[in-house]
């Protein structure tokens, strides 16, 4: 087993034997005026991590005694986790979701703290482990900063911090190391890319053409002058003045003394596009001539008299006038894409370097043997003769789930998956019609070619019939 290097951390070694999920009592959950300091101290690495099947290796390192998990490539006190690290993580998963009291040992909710508090500790582990690789450190400096940040925004006293510590069962030290983490994980995304490969001319020209005649084609709109009432005689008095004096100064009076809403910039509204229009509007504003007076038109509630002033025809926004728009666009995409490819190799690099003892095996540790079928999936899907058949198991396919833009990050590698809708029963339903209809076309067709050998038997024999007629006449 071999003895172990000192160690900067609560706890130490030692403890009670391994034991599956948690059971040590807890005291009662974290307050509403607490609990947004515990999201931000609190840094829940929760991972969708794809299933390894990896069988142990004769190679494979032996976890100490007295410690659940080790990972190597990290320092010993970084990659070597002791049970009483798992306990401490376990009660602050109960902490954050303010459970008064542990869950009973065996339940759903006992394993799923179980694995949440293992899957935290080793992705703690990781990112440690990935920063020194990658020659990222974090001052004292750093962390003192961002905490006294934290502690300004979110809690009004030391006092409320110390028992936001208290209730949520962390050390001070504990709250630095949550800290430099977050930091490193930040340092390490920005490191990152920093190396997505630059963007070609040929890219930003290929955006351009396929999205010029919308994103980058601005349609026509009409400068247009309005009054707004709802007394219709208010606005039909307006409508005479504006016929006898149709000046900027006569519709600021106008406006000031019939429309009080639009008075502000005499009446005019700029730039308005038909397409956010609706009838009888879009007709009166896109179908009249330049100061001609349009109205009483009866809107809703109110009374309207306008006037277009201007046109602006459409116009098609060069690709010059464009190209620091799309480059901005384009260097996002391709950052999220390539630190998500990334991210995707660390996790399968850091997974096969970490090892659990027994009790403690989770789909993070290269010693797991899953059994291939997806985690979600009851066991009855893949049961020959189950006691309670499944109602619903997953597709053999697995279906693709892009992760929405900008989710994907060094702690929650998958991102946030964009859900894909069921197929719309209408769509089933006339897919199944179609699917019908299609086998009465095939009936109908092969009754009809019926139809027709029927119909030349019937000549021929009536043709046959008049020739031996011909014959005997003779």
Known sequence: MGAKSGRNRQGGRGGPKKSGAPQAKRSGGIGTAQRTGLVLFAVVFVALFVVFAVAQGLGAPSVPSGDIAKVTNVPSSRGEISEADYKRSVEQQEAQQSLKKPPKAGSKKAEELHKAAIGELLNSAWIFGQAEELGIKVTPKEVETELAKIKKESFKTEKAFQEFMQQSHFTQEDVNSKIELQILSKKIEEKIKKETPLLTEEELKAYYEAEKATQFTKKPTRDVRAIVNENKKEVEAAQKALEADNSEASWKKVTKKYSPTTAAQAGLQKEIAEEFLTEPLKKDIFKSATGELVGPIKQEKNYLLLEVVKLHPEKVQTFE??????????????????????VSGFQSKWISRSYCASGFV??????????????EAPAACYEANPKTPAKECPA???????????????????????????RPEETAKAAKE???????????????????????AVEEAAAKAAEESAGKGK
């Open 396 to 422: 053999p396919v697995v279906q693709n789930q892009p992760a929405l833009p900008g989710t994907v990050t060094l702690v929650k590698p998958e991102g946030e998956r964009k859900v894909q809708r069921p």
């Open 362 to 375: 989770i789909e993070s540790c290269a010693n797991y043997k899953g059994t291939g079928h997806p985690a």
């Open 434 to 456: 179609g699917a019908a209809g299609a086998a009465e076309g095939a009936t109908g067709a092969e009754g009809s070619a019926e139809s027709e050998a029927a119909q030349k």
């Open 321 to 342: 006038e464009v190209k620091s728009t799309i480059e901005s666009t384009l260097k996002a995409q391709k950052e999220e894409k390539f630190f998500s490819t990334w």
